[in-house]
């Protein structure tokens, strides 16, 4: 079960609610743990999405944490606006096989803007895996 601000878009949540978070994290069975614009929370299985060696896809982390980061930013943004990806990085320090991962994501600057969050994805036993940065464009509807 996803925790949420109470103040948060009633819209956006119904999004939240009817899409899983959208069509790619549907596929790649992420869950929605804890949302805010300041701190936020998902986790993702491993099996399903493995590269051709058996080990987590870079390219998952990757989607872990923008699905995490655009949430996140949109939320900041409020109902009046909407949050546009113009910048994403991730460092990958560690690989797993199996299991689960979790993300944390923390915002860095909630600006009027620009949202920045850092977020850092871990294996089951708290390990670093890779850390993401994105940052997003804050835009009137």
Not at 4 to 30: A, C, F, H, N, Y
């Amino acid at each position: 079960m996803t925790t949420w601000p109470e103040d948060l878009d009633p819209q956006l949540v119904e999004r939240l609610v009817t899409t899983g978070g959208g069509e790619l994290s549907r596929k790649m069975g992420i869950e929605f743990v804890e949302l805010s614009a300041s701190h936020s929370v998902a986790r993702m299985p491993v099996e399903g999405n493995r590269q051709v060696v058996g080990l987590l896809h870079g390219g998952a982390h990757v989607v872990l944490g923008e699905s995490l980061g655009s949430i996140s930013s949109a939320i900041h943004a409020g109902p009046d606006r909407y949050a546009v990806g113009i910048e994403i990085n991730a460092t990958h320090s560690r690989s797993v096989t199996s299991g689960w991962v979790t993300a944390t994501c923390d915002a860095l600057v909630l600006g009027r803007t620009l949202a920045t969050h850092e977020i850092v994805v871990r294996d089951e036993e708290g390990r670093r895996l890779s850390t993401v940065r994105m940052t997003n464009l804050l835009r009137d509807k």
